[in-house]
Antibody
Framework: EVQLVESGGGLVQPGGSLRLSCAAS????????MSWVRQAPGKGLEWVAN????????YYVDSVKGRFTISRDNAKNSLYLQMNSLRAEDTAIYYC????????WGQGTLVTVSS | DVVMTQSPLSLPVTLGQPASISCRSS???????????LNWFQQRPGQSPRRLIY???NRDSGVPDRFSGSGSGTDFTLKISRVEAEDVGVYYC????????FGQGTKVEIK
């Protein structure tokens, strides 16, 4: 069974940093693109970033370029999102998803940026 | 960026009746490899999103056959042949080329 479990969310002040993790199991992690998608409270879905199987190709939504970094460790079956210079508008549930087409999703982790 | 526009944004339906959601893209979603990367997602209240349909019309494993996707180019449709209580939630279309973008969401509720 495919499982994606996010962690690392929490309350952080504007300008602060946070690192999200996603532990994958139930499939061969190293053979799939992986993605992060977020959802602000009461709002719709927004794609954030994705990363190729070998980690050498990455894409970001414009609003996080230069502040967020997606990475992966295939030996640990883990996906990461390093978030720096956080803003209030980054407040959201962050979901980890398998594939570019988002075939499987985790339960999400809540990031709240507030003073 | 490709803008995805869904309609309606709210859809009250009667149990057992059909429902249809439209999704239009600001440009053709036919990719250079000949595929059309248009997906549909369901988000039930309090749950994570779940993919229902990929590449326009391919139903995911475990998705009831009352759900179907169709369309081409810039116009796409998700249909539910007979709405059941468990279908309540928000439905999103998403185009799958960089930068990936979602529609605003359509809230399906029971009348």
């Amino acid at each position: 069974e495919v499982q994606l479990v996010e962690s690392g969310g929490g309350l952080v002040q504007p300008g602060g940093s946070l690192r999200l993790s996603c532990a994958a199991s139930g499939f061969t992690f190293s053979t799939y693109w992986m993605s992060w998608v977020r959802q602000a409270p009461g709002k719709g879905l927004e794609w954030v970033a994705n990363i190729r199987q070998d980690g050498r190709e990455k894409y970001y939504v414009d609003s996080v370029k230069g502040r967020f970094t997606i990475s992966r460790d295939n030996a640990k079956n883990s996906l990461y999102l390093q978030m720096n210079s956080l803003r209030a508008e980054d407040t959201a549930i962050y979901y980890c998803a398998r594939e570019i087409s988002l075939g499987y999703w985790g339960q999400g982790t809540l990031v709240t940026v507030s003073s | 960026d490709v803008v995805m526009t869904q309609s309606p944004l709210s859809l009250p339906v009667t149990l057992g009746q059909p429902a249809s959601i439209s999704c239009r893209s600001s440009q053709s979603l036919v990719y250079s490899d000949g595929n059309t990367y248009l997906n549909w997602f369901q988000q039930r209240p309090g749950q994570s999103p779940r993919r229902l349909i990929y590449k326009v019309s391919n139903r995911d494993s475990g998705v009831p056959d009352r759900f179907s996707g169709s369309g081409s180019g810039t116009d796409f449709t998700l249909k539910i042949s007979r709405v059941e209580a468990e279908d309540v939630g928000v439905y999103y279309c998403m185009q799958g080329t960089h930068p990936w973008t979602f529609g605003q969401g359509t809230k399906v509720e029971i009348k």
